[in-house]
């Protein structure tokens, strides 16, 4: 299935059904409220939103390409956002970083609706060296090490939300190899690489999961102890924060 929308709708329900997904999830919205910028003036904003996150960060607005589920506030694409200059305190993508195309147009947009100070906070998957193996069997996306990633190239029209992309190794090519360069609009603040055999193993949204929720606590301690032996080799999530100069 390649089209956003459709695969949006999909995934909600899936999340509505297994109750492990939803405790994972809640887990990277804690991260996400983690790292959060205090800034009682600015709005959070989620970019790509399933509307769950509400369920840790009440206060923020969710947004996506359509305003198809009541816990959606906006109908936003993040090539063309309708956001008032300077209003946003915090920008919240989870798993959306790799599936956009053209990713100075994205940071601009961004850019201009954050305060300065504000944060884009991310969540996106990792490539460390057997997670990198398990997405590339096991999931739909491709990892994307052999695309030619588009880091600077403004298209000549907005693209429209029914354009399909993903490239699972953008978030890891950007800022562990450094392919990308923010110089004068924002500074990195936080790149962490953490091991997440706790999600591989529940099978996400595409397929059963090998444990029951009761030993999610011990998977976690699984993940910390593989974290700390190796990122370049375990790690399959990244947490990435951004902060407007």
Same mark, same amino acid.
């Given at each position: 299935m390649n089209d956003h929308v459709k695969i949006d709708i999909k995934n909600r329900q899936i999340f509505r059904q297994k109750p492990l997904l939803k405790k994972i999830y809640n887990d990277y919205f804690k991260i996400v409220k983690k790292n959060l910028t205090i800034n009682p003036k600015g709005t959070i904003l989620? +970019?790509?939103?399933?509307?769950? +996150?509400?369920?840790i960060i009440p206060q923020c607005k969710t947004s996506n390409l359509e305003k198809n589920d009541p816990l959606i506030d906006l109908e936003e694409n993040v090539y063309s956002l309708n956001i008032e200059r300077?209003?946003?305190s915090n920008l919240v993508l989870i798993d959306i970083f790799h599936h956009i195309e053209f990713p100075k147009l994205a940071l601009k947009n961004m850019h201009k609706a954050l305060l300065t100070g504000g944060h884009i906070v991310m +969540?996106?998957?990792a490539m460390g060296l057997l997670p990198r193996i398990i997405y590339k069997i096991f999931h739909?996306?491709?990892?994307?090490?052999?695309?030619? +990633?588009k880091w600077n190239i403004m298209p000549g029209t907005?693209?429209?939300k029914d354009a399909y992309?993903?490239?699972q190794s953008i978030p890891w090519r950007a800022f562990i190899k450094n392919e990308i360069d923010l110089r004068g609009d924002f500074e990195v603040k936080k790149v962490k690489c953490v091991s997440d055999f706790a999600f591989l193993c529940s099978g996400g949204f595409s397929h059963k999961s090998f444990y029951s929720l009761k030993l999610y606590k011990f998977m976690k301690i699984i993940d910390i102890i593989l974290t700390k032996l190796s990122f370049r080799l375990f790690s399959a999530r990244m947490i990435i924060v951004l902060e407007k100069k």
């Open positions: 989620e +970019i790509g939103s399933s509307g769950f +996150i509400k369920e300077n209003t946003i +969540i996106e998957p739909h996306e491709p990892n994307g090490f052999d695309q030619k +990633i907005t693209p429209k992309f993903a490239a």
